[in-house]
C-alpha cells in the first residue's frame, strides 16, 4: 500500500501564552467569544472560538509582563477588516461605557479604508485583524514621493496602523512638527496637531501644548473639509478644531 499523501487542507491555531485564565476569558467572552475549554491547574489552559476562527493560551513564561505588549501575536486574514472592529468597539461599548483605546486590554483605532487593526488582550497577546487584499509592499518609514510634515504624516500612519507603536508616532510626530511645521499648509499642520492630541489622550500625556496650538490656527473651509475627511474617525475632532 502506498503513503497516505498529505492533503492540503490543514488548520492552523495560534498558542499564545496566558498570564490569568479568569482575566483572559472574561475579556475575550465580553466581545463575544466562546470559551470552548478553560482551566488553570494543573496547568493553565484556555480555548476560545469566535466566527471561523480559534485562540489557544497555555501557561505563560516566567517573569511575564503583559504592560510590554510582547507576549505573543497572532495574524487573522480576513476579507474585509471594518466589520471586525465594529463588532468588537460595540462590544466593549456595551461592557465597558466606550471603546478601549489606551491601555491593556484595548484596540487599536480604525480609520476608514485601512487594512488592518490590532485587538490587545489582558494578557499583552497582539491579535492582527488584516485584509486578504492588503498590498504585499508596504513603505514602511513614509513614502519616497513625500517630503516634510507630509512624508512624517505618512510616518505616522505607518506606526499606528502597521507597526503598534504609538509611543514610537508620538515622537516622531512631535520632532516633524519642530522641524518642518512652520513650512507646512495650514492643513498639514492642523491634521498633525490633531494626531499629536489624539496620540498624547491615548498615550495618558498632556494634550493643551498640542490643543492650543490647534485652537490658534486659522482655518479655511476647504482646510476644515480636508481635516474632517481625513480625521472623520477620530473621537473628539470636532471639540479640537477652532
Given at each position: 500500500?502506498?503513503?497516505?499523501?498529505?492533503r492540503?487542507n490543514?488548520?492552523?491555531?495560534?498558542?499564545?501564552?496566558?498570564?490569568s485564565?479568569?482575566?483572559?476569558?472574561?475579556?475575550y467572552?465580553?466581545?463575544g467569544?466562546?470559551?470552548?475549554?478553560?482551566q488553570s491547574?494543573p496547568y493553565?489552559?484556555?480555548?476560545?472560538?469566535w466566527?471561523?476562527?480559534?485562540?489557544h493560551?497555555?501557561?505563560?513564561?516566567?517573569?511575564l509582563?503583559?504592560?510590554?505588549?510582547?507576549?505573543?501575536?497572532?495574524?487573522?486574514m480576513?476579507?474585509?477588516?471594518q466589520?471586525?472592529?465594529?463588532?468588537?468597539?460595540?462590544?466593549?461599548?456595551?461592557?465597558?461605557?466606550?471603546?478601549?483605546s489606551?491601555?491593556?486590554?484595548r484596540?487599536?483605532?480604525?480609520r476608514?479604508g485601512?487594512s488592518r487593526?490590532?485587538?490587545?488582550?489582558?494578557?499583552?497577546?497582539s491579535?492582527?485583524?488584516?485584509q486578504?487584499?492588503?498590498?504585499?509592499?508596504?513603505?514602511?518609514g513614509?513614502?519616497?514621493?513625500?517630503?516634510?510634515?507630509?512624508?512624517?504624516?505618512?510616518?505616522n500612519?505607518?506606526?499606528?496602523?502597521?507597526?503598534n507603536?504609538?509611543?514610537?508616532?508620538?515622537?516622531?510626530?512631535?520632532?516633524?512638527m519642530r522641524?518642518?511645521?512652520?513650512?507646512?499648509?495650514?492643513?498639514?499642520r492642523?491634521i498633525?496637531?490633531?494626531?499629536?492630541?489624539?496620540?498624547?489622550?491615548?498615550l495618558?500625556?498632556?494634550?493643551?501644548?498640542?490643543?492650543?496650538?490647534?485652537?490658534g490656527?486659522?482655518l479655511t473651509?476647504?482646510?476644515?473639509?480636508?481635516?474632517?475627511a481625513?480625521?472623520?474617525?477620530?473621537p473628539?475632532?470636532?471639540?479640537w478644531?477652532?
Amino acid at each position: 500500500m502506498g503513503e497516505t499523501p498529505v492533503r492540503p487542507n490543514e488548520t492552523t491555531v495560534p498558542l499564545m501564552p496566558c498570564a490569568s485564565v479568569e482575566e483572559m476569558s472574561a475579556f475575550y467572552e465580553s466581545l463575544g467569544f466562546e470559551a470552548t475549554y478553560k482551566q488553570s491547574r494543573p496547568y493553565v489552559y484556555l480555548a476560545l472560538r469566535w466566527s471561523g476562527f480559534q485562540l489557544h493560551f497555555g501557561p505563560a513564561p516566567k517573569g511575564l509582563d503583559p504592560a510590554r505588549e510582547e507576549s505573543g501575536g497572532c495574524l487573522v486574514m480576513v476579507d474585509a477588516v471594518q466589520p471586525y472592529h465594529e463588532a468588537f468597539a460595540a462590544a466593549m461599548r456595551r461592557v465597558h461605557g466606550k471603546v478601549l483605546s489606551s491601555g491593556v486590554p484595548r484596540i487599536t483605532r480604525y480609520r476608514p479604508g485601512a487594512s488592518r487593526f490590532t485587538l490587545i488582550d489582558p494578557s499583552g497577546n497582539s491579535i492582527v485583524f488584516i485584509q486578504r487584499d492588503e498590498p504585499e509592499e508596504v513603505e514602511y518609514g513614509g513614502s519616497k514621493k513625500l517630503t516634510g510634515l507630509a512624508k512624517a504624516l505618512d510616518n505616522n500612519r505607518i506606526l499606528r496602523e502597521f507597526k503598534n507603536d504609538e509611543a514610537h508616532a508620538f515622537r516622531a510626530l512631535k520632532s516633524a512638527m519642530r522641524r518642518h511645521g512652520a513650512d507646512a499648509p495650514v492643513a498639514e499642520r492642523a491634521i498633525a496637531l490633531c494626531h499629536l492630541v489624539d496620540l498624547a489622550t491615548v498615550l495618558g500625556e498632556p494634550t493643551d501644548p498640542w490643543a492650543t496650538e490647534l485652537r490658534g490656527l486659522e482655518l479655511t473651509a476647504g482646510d476644515r473639509q480636508r481635516i474632517e475627511a481625513e480625521l472623520a474617525h477620530v473621537p473628539g475632532l470636532q471639540e479640537w478644531l477652532p
